[in-house]
């Protein structure tokens, strides 16, 4: 292991971590020398992950847990500590897009599902992060947004809600904590390439490659390419670096 790389000796959390952007920030996370918990919902797709991570030679941990669902965040958290000792960083990249459905055709329900996971679920993982963190010291936050609060593109408000409020969070949480040496950004994707993208898209019959094409740098991103925004955020040399809200889009919002 590098114990040269930026985030050499730290301790990090990513959820969503099976699969996509946070399967992609879990390995970088490793490859820059952190010892990582991998939660997700989908504990066969965590454990896949640490099983990459194993390979890397990093020291891992798969945990099972819906961010929706409050008593296994707290439960996540309190296995990283207890497993590793500590907890430095922290990726709250879990997610759904949603029901792609505007507003008089989506349900009450999937509304709550929406916000359940996207936006409580960010603030669960928050309310136990930071305890953790401050109990020694300091860390760093990266919470998942989206580019979608720049420029609606399809009919997803549920989803842009949450990602507007995770926005609000972020920012929130960088005040009331900065002084205990918690910084909180949070990154906005645009389309990037994933599990999650594809399948909404391929049910809609729309091209990947074809529509990177409209934007300014003639691409979609890749999750390895949020996940190096990502781990740079959560490294020291963004050490004076709190309350953002970045996009990482190739210039979609642009357009
Ligand atoms: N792919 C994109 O174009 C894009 C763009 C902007 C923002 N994002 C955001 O990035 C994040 C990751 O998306 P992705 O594209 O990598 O998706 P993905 O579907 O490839 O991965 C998401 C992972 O989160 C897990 N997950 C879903 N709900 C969960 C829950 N309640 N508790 C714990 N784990 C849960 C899934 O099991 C999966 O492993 C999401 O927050 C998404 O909204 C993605």
């Known amino acids: 292991m590098d114990v040269q790389g930026i985030v050499a000796g730290k301790v990090a959390l990513v ?108 603030f669960h993982c928050l309310k136990h992060e930071i305890a953790a963190m401050r109990a020694n010291g300091g860390g760093a936050i990266v919470n998942m947004s989206s580019a979608t609060v720049l420029k609606m593109a399809a009919p997803q408000p549920d989803y842009a809600a949450s990602k507007s409020g995770i926005i609000a969070l972020t920012r929130s949480t960088a005040l009331a904590y900065g002084p205990d040496g918690i910084r909180v950004n949070a990154v906005l994707p645009g389309p990037t390439d994933t599990p999650m993208l594809s399948a909404g898209f391929n049910a809609r019959s729309i091209d990947l490659t074809e529509m990177g094409k409209r934007y300014p740098l003639r691409r979609i991103a890749t999750a390895d390419d949020i996940a190096n925004l990502v781990v740079w955020l959560a490294s020291d040399r963004a050490g004076i670096i709190t309350g953002t809200a970045i996009p990482a889009d190739g210039g979609y919002s642009l357009t």
């Open 15 to 122: 959820t969503g971590g099976g699969s996509g952007i946070g399967r992609a920030t879990a390995e970088l996370l490793a490859r820059e020398g952190a010892t990582v918990v991998v939660a997700d919902r989908n504990v066969a797709a965590a454990r896949a992950t640490k099983e990459d991570l194993d390979e890397l030679g990093a020291a891992a941990l798969a945990v099972e847990a819906d961010v929706s669902l409050p008593d296994q965040v707290e439960a996540m958290v309190a296995a990283a500590v207890a497993e590793f000792g500590r907890l430095d960083i922290a990726v709250n990249n879990a997610g759904t897009p949603g029901g792609y459905r505007d507003v008089t055709d989506l349900s009450e329900g999937a509304w709550d599902t929406t916000l359940g996971i996207n936006l409580s679920g960010t």
